[in-house]
């Protein structure tokens, strides 16, 4: 079964620090990848998705996530953070071949000092 | 409506008791999706149906759990004879009916069994 990594379980870092959340998953078939944002106390808000073409993704807030095939990765970065990125962010894959589920990985809780 | 509404926002039942819970996917959605978060981590699929019909319930329980979505309702999410390990937030989610399109979530319901 397909599976999805998120390698930082929690991260703390200063407002204007950089981030980058890595995401891996398992599967080698064609797939469709996404970033969720779940800010305290609401639901989860798309971010950014790849479907196909340029592995270099923009998003809402700031946010870019690269799509690398090769490393079954898709990372995601912000430049300089703010205090309002404080979140829990979800990487998410749909594998084509077993429908359009999506599979989340763990999670990574964002916590931004100001 | 433009957001997937989920009802209650909390419900708490005894052991043994039976819970239901209800998603009205945004309008013109065909696609609704449940999935459970236990202790805030990993989003676990659950079902999903096209229109009325199940499209995958690879994610569903043998027992106990049922779900349903029928014409002009909201859609259901049942549970029989719960147990604590069911208490988690149960998100719904819908996509529209064309290809490559992301999931828009609904607040979730917070199920506590007590």
């Known amino acids: 079964a397909q599976s999805v990594s998120q390698h930082n379980h929690h991260v703390i870092l200063s407002e204007a620090a950089s981030l980058e959340l890595g995401c891996n998953y398992s599967?080698?078939?064609?797939?469709?990848l996404f970033w969720y944002v779940q800010y305290p106390g609401q639901h989860l808000q798309l971010l950014l998705k790849?479907?196909?073409?340029?592995?270099l993704v923009k998003g809402i807030k700031g946010f870019e996530a690269e799509f690398i095939k090769s490393k079954f990765s898709f990372n995601l970065r912000k430049p300089s953070v703010q205090w309002s990125d404080t979140a829990e962010y979800f990487c998410?894959?749909?594998?084509?071949?077993?429908?359009?589920?999506?599979?989340f990985g763990g999670g990574t809780r964002v916590l931004v000092k100001p | 409506g433009e957001e997937v509404a989920q009802t209650p926002k909390h419900l708490v039942r005894g052991e043994g008791q039976k819970a239901k819970l209800y998603c009205a996917p945004i309008?013109?959605?065909?696609?609704v999706f449940w999935y459970q978060q236990v202790l805030k981590n990993e989003f676990k699929f659950l079902i999903s149906?096209?229109?009325?019909?199940?499209?995958?319930e690879t994610g569903m329980p043998k027992e106990r759990f049922s779900a349903k979505c029928l014409p002009n309702s909201p859609c259901s999410l049942e549970i029989q004879a719960t147990k604590l390990e069911d208490s988690a937030v149960y998100f719904c989610?819908?996509?529209?009916?064309?290809?490559?399109?992301?999931?828009?979530f609904g607040d979730g319901t917070r199920l506590s069994i007590l």
């Open positions: 989610a819908s996509s529209p009916p064309w290809g490559n399109q992301p999931q828009h």
């Open positions: 790849y479907f196909s073409g340029d592995p």
């Open positions: 998410a894959v749909i594998v084509k071949a077993a429908g359009n589920k999506l599979t």
């Open positions: 149906f096209q229109n009325e019909n199940v499209f995958d």
């Open positions: 599967y080698g078939g064609t797939v469709n």
């Open positions: 309008k013109g959605h065909s696609y």
